[in-house]
T-cell receptor, first 114, second 115 residues
Framework: NAGVTQTPKFRILKIGQSMTLQCTQD?????MYWYRQDPGMGLKLIYY???????DKGEVPNGYNVSRSTTEDFPLRLELAAPSQTSVYFC?????????????FGPGTRLTVT | AQKVTQAQTEISVVEKEDVTLDCVYE???????LFWYKQPPSGELVFLIR??????QNEISGRYSWNFQKSTSSFNFTITASQVVDSAVYFC????????????FGAGTQVVVTP
Protein backbone atom coordinates (compact mmCIF):
# COMPACT_ATOMS: atom_id res chain seq x y z
CA ASN A 1 0.00 0.00 0.00
CA ALA A 2 1.24 3.47 -0.88
CA GLY A 3 -0.98 5.03 1.81
CA VAL A 4 -1.75 8.69 1.15
CA THR A 5 0.06 10.30 -1.77
CA GLN A 6 0.15 13.98 -2.64
CA THR A 7 1.33 15.78 -5.74
CA PRO A 8 3.14 18.01 -6.33
CA LYS A 9 5.69 18.13 -3.50
CA PHE A 10 6.56 21.76 -4.16
CA ARG A 11 4.98 24.52 -6.21
CA ILE A 12 5.48 28.23 -6.72
CA LEU A 13 2.47 30.19 -7.94
CA LYS A 14 2.09 33.77 -9.00
CA ILE A 15 -0.67 35.84 -7.41
CA GLY A 16 -3.96 35.22 -9.20
CA GLN A 17 -3.00 31.85 -10.66
CA SER A 18 -4.98 28.69 -9.95
CA MET A 19 -3.92 25.14 -9.27
CA THR A 20 -5.13 21.80 -7.98
CA LEU A 21 -3.37 19.85 -5.26
CA GLN A 22 -3.88 16.14 -5.77
CA CYS A 23 -4.47 13.61 -2.99
CA THR A 24 -5.01 9.88 -3.40
CA GLN A 25 -5.35 7.12 -0.84
CA ASP A 26 -5.39 3.38 -1.46
CA UNK A 27 -6.76 2.22 1.89
CA UNK A 28 -10.44 2.47 0.92
CA UNK A 29 -11.01 5.02 3.67
CA UNK A 30 -14.31 6.88 3.77
CA UNK A 31 -12.99 10.02 5.43
CA MET A 32 -10.53 12.42 3.89
CA TYR A 33 -9.22 15.81 5.00
CA TRP A 34 -7.18 18.76 3.88
CA TYR A 35 -5.14 20.70 6.41
CA ARG A 36 -2.82 23.66 6.02
CA GLN A 37 0.19 24.42 8.21
CA ASP A 38 1.46 27.96 8.32
CA PRO A 39 5.04 28.58 9.53
CA GLY A 40 5.38 27.98 13.26
CA MET A 41 1.77 26.93 13.63
CA GLY A 42 -0.29 23.80 14.03
CA LEU A 43 -2.43 22.34 11.29
CA LYS A 44 -5.83 23.82 10.51
CA LEU A 45 -8.63 22.02 8.71
CA ILE A 46 -9.64 23.42 5.33
CA TYR A 47 -12.20 20.88 4.05
CA TYR A 48 -13.18 17.34 4.77
CA UNK A 49 -15.22 14.57 3.18
CA UNK A 50 -17.10 11.67 4.75
CA UNK A 51 -17.58 9.79 1.48
CA UNK A 52 -17.75 10.15 -2.28
CA UNK A 53 -19.97 13.08 -3.19
CA UNK A 54 -20.04 14.51 0.36
CA UNK A 55 -17.81 17.39 1.44
CA ASP A 56 -17.94 20.09 4.08
CA LYS A 57 -16.03 23.14 5.21
CA GLY A 58 -13.49 23.11 7.98
CA GLU A 59 -12.03 25.98 9.96
CA VAL A 60 -10.33 27.88 7.08
CA PRO A 61 -12.17 27.14 3.78
CA ASN A 62 -12.03 30.56 2.11
CA GLY A 63 -10.18 30.59 -1.19
CA TYR A 64 -10.41 26.81 -1.68
CA ASN A 65 -12.72 24.28 -3.24
CA VAL A 66 -12.86 20.49 -3.10
CA SER A 67 -14.63 17.64 -4.79
CA ARG A 68 -14.86 13.93 -4.03
CA SER A 69 -16.03 11.96 -7.04
CA THR A 70 -14.32 8.72 -5.96
CA THR A 71 -13.37 7.14 -2.65
CA GLU A 72 -9.69 7.34 -3.53
CA ASP A 73 -9.26 10.96 -4.65
CA PHE A 74 -9.79 14.24 -2.86
CA PRO A 75 -8.32 17.16 -4.85
CA LEU A 76 -8.03 20.66 -3.41
CA ARG A 77 -8.50 23.57 -5.81
CA LEU A 78 -7.00 27.01 -5.23
CA GLU A 79 -8.61 29.74 -7.26
CA LEU A 80 -6.94 33.14 -7.58
CA ALA A 81 -3.93 32.34 -5.40
CA ALA A 82 -2.98 34.92 -2.76
CA PRO A 83 0.21 35.29 -0.66
CA SER A 84 -1.85 34.32 2.41
CA GLN A 85 -2.17 30.84 0.91
CA THR A 86 1.56 30.26 1.16
CA SER A 87 1.63 27.21 3.40
CA VAL A 88 2.28 23.49 3.62
CA TYR A 89 -0.77 21.46 2.72
CA PHE A 90 -1.38 18.03 4.18
CA CYS A 91 -3.98 15.56 3.01
CA UNK A 92 -5.12 12.82 5.36
CA UNK A 93 -7.50 9.89 5.34
CA UNK A 94 -9.08 7.85 8.09
CA UNK A 95 -11.68 5.29 8.92
CA UNK A 96 -13.26 4.06 12.07
CA UNK A 97 -11.33 1.20 13.62
CA UNK A 98 -11.91 -0.69 16.82
CA UNK A 99 -10.14 2.12 18.69
CA UNK A 100 -11.75 5.04 16.91
CA UNK A 101 -10.42 7.04 14.01
CA UNK A 102 -6.92 6.38 12.79
CA UNK A 103 -5.59 9.17 10.61
CA UNK A 104 -2.95 8.69 7.94
CA PHE A 105 -1.18 11.74 6.57
CA GLY A 106 0.40 12.35 3.20
CA PRO A 107 3.91 13.83 2.93
CA GLY A 108 2.64 17.37 2.27
CA THR A 109 2.79 19.93 -0.53
CA ARG A 110 4.82 23.09 0.05
CA LEU A 111 3.16 25.98 -1.79
CA THR A 112 4.58 29.47 -2.21
CA VAL A 113 2.52 32.29 -3.70
CA THR A 114 4.52 35.32 -4.83
CA ALA B 1 -15.94 24.17 20.65
CA GLN B 2 -12.82 22.14 21.08
CA LYS B 3 -9.45 23.67 21.73
CA VAL B 4 -5.92 22.43 22.30
CA THR B 5 -3.27 24.52 24.04
CA GLN B 6 0.45 23.85 24.02
CA ALA B 7 1.83 26.69 26.07
CA GLN B 8 5.49 25.85 25.53
CA THR B 9 6.74 27.26 22.25
CA GLU B 10 10.26 25.85 22.44
CA ILE B 11 12.19 23.68 24.85
CA SER B 12 15.96 23.29 24.66
CA VAL B 13 17.72 20.48 26.47
CA VAL B 14 21.09 18.81 26.48
CA GLU B 15 21.24 15.21 25.38
CA LYS B 16 20.20 12.67 28.05
CA GLU B 17 18.02 15.17 29.89
CA ASP B 18 14.31 14.44 30.23
CA VAL B 19 11.81 16.74 28.60
CA THR B 20 8.08 17.05 29.30
CA LEU B 21 5.66 18.62 26.86
CA ASP B 22 2.40 20.01 28.17
CA CYS B 23 -0.97 19.76 26.46
CA VAL B 24 -4.25 21.11 27.81
CA TYR B 25 -7.51 20.58 25.95
CA GLU B 26 -11.10 21.77 26.07
CA UNK B 27 -14.12 19.85 24.89
CA UNK B 28 -17.76 19.51 25.82
CA UNK B 29 -17.91 15.93 24.64
CA UNK B 30 -17.55 13.08 27.06
CA UNK B 31 -16.06 10.84 24.39
CA UNK B 32 -13.00 11.99 22.51
CA UNK B 33 -9.51 11.02 21.40
CA LEU B 34 -6.16 12.63 22.08
CA PHE B 35 -3.10 12.30 19.90
CA TRP B 36 0.56 13.21 19.81
CA TYR B 37 2.39 13.67 16.52
CA LYS B 38 6.05 14.35 15.82
CA GLN B 39 7.18 16.53 12.93
CA PRO B 40 10.92 16.19 12.30
CA PRO B 41 12.82 18.75 10.21
CA SER B 42 11.99 16.74 7.08
CA GLY B 43 8.38 17.86 7.53
CA GLU B 44 6.31 14.69 7.60
CA LEU B 45 3.90 13.96 10.43
CA VAL B 46 4.72 10.90 12.49
CA PHE B 47 1.97 9.40 14.64
CA LEU B 48 3.12 8.67 18.21
CA ILE B 49 0.07 7.78 20.29
CA ARG B 50 -3.73 7.89 20.46
CA UNK B 51 -5.69 7.80 23.72
CA UNK B 52 -9.47 7.66 24.15
CA UNK B 53 -11.24 9.52 26.91
CA UNK B 54 -12.21 6.34 28.73
CA UNK B 55 -8.64 5.16 29.09
CA UNK B 56 -6.77 7.17 31.69
CA GLN B 57 -4.08 4.58 32.12
CA ASN B 58 -0.69 6.13 31.59
CA GLU B 59 1.54 4.53 29.01
CA ILE B 60 5.23 4.01 28.52
CA SER B 61 6.75 3.07 25.18
CA GLY B 62 10.51 2.90 25.21
CA ARG B 63 11.78 6.39 26.08
CA TYR B 64 8.32 7.93 25.61
CA SER B 65 5.63 8.15 28.25
CA TRP B 66 2.26 9.83 28.43
CA ASN B 67 0.29 11.16 31.40
CA PHE B 68 -3.45 11.58 30.74
CA GLN B 69 -5.49 13.30 33.47
CA LYS B 70 -9.14 14.01 32.72
CA SER B 71 -9.54 15.96 35.97
CA THR B 72 -7.16 18.64 34.69
CA SER B 73 -7.85 18.11 30.95
CA SER B 74 -4.19 17.43 30.32
CA PHE B 75 -2.32 14.93 28.17
CA ASN B 76 1.38 15.46 28.79
CA PHE B 77 4.23 13.74 26.98
CA THR B 78 7.68 12.98 28.37
CA ILE B 79 10.82 11.98 26.52
CA THR B 80 13.28 10.29 28.85
CA ALA B 81 17.03 10.51 28.21
CA SER B 82 16.56 12.70 25.15
CA GLN B 83 18.63 12.20 22.01
CA VAL B 84 19.53 14.52 19.15
CA VAL B 85 17.11 12.59 16.91
CA ASP B 86 14.27 13.72 19.18
CA SER B 87 14.71 17.27 17.89
CA ALA B 88 11.39 18.04 16.21
CA VAL B 89 8.10 19.84 16.62
CA TYR B 90 5.58 17.90 18.66
CA PHE B 91 1.86 18.42 18.23
CA CYS B 92 -0.97 17.48 20.52
CA UNK B 93 -4.36 17.00 18.84
CA UNK B 94 -7.96 16.32 19.84
CA UNK B 95 -10.75 14.59 17.98
CA UNK B 96 -14.30 14.42 19.29
CA UNK B 97 -16.17 11.23 18.57
CA UNK B 98 -18.90 12.98 16.60
CA UNK B 99 -16.51 15.04 14.48
CA UNK B 100 -15.88 12.51 11.71
CA UNK B 101 -12.28 12.13 12.75
CA UNK B 102 -11.42 15.80 12.30
CA UNK B 103 -8.36 16.82 14.30
CA UNK B 104 -7.91 20.04 16.25
CA PHE B 105 -4.19 20.66 16.64
CA GLY B 106 -2.25 22.65 19.19
CA ALA B 107 0.34 25.14 17.97
CA GLY B 108 3.17 22.70 18.61
CA THR B 109 6.28 22.67 20.80
CA GLN B 110 9.72 22.81 19.21
CA VAL B 111 12.15 20.51 21.02
CA VAL B 112 15.85 21.17 20.47
CA VAL B 113 18.27 18.57 21.80
CA THR B 114 21.91 19.53 21.71
CA PRO B 115 24.82 17.10 22.15
Amino acid sequence: NAGVTQTPKFRILKIGQSMTLQCTQDMNHNYMYWYRQDPGMGLKLIYYSVGAGITDKGEVPNGYNVSRSTTEDFPLRLELAAPSQTSVYFCASSDVGTSGYEQYFGPGTRLTVT
Amino acid sequence: AQKVTQAQTEISVVEKEDVTLDCVYETRDTTYYLFWYKQPPSGELVFLIRRNSFDEQNEISGRYSWNFQKSTSSFNFTITASQVVDSAVYFCALSETRSWGKLQFGAGTQVVVTP
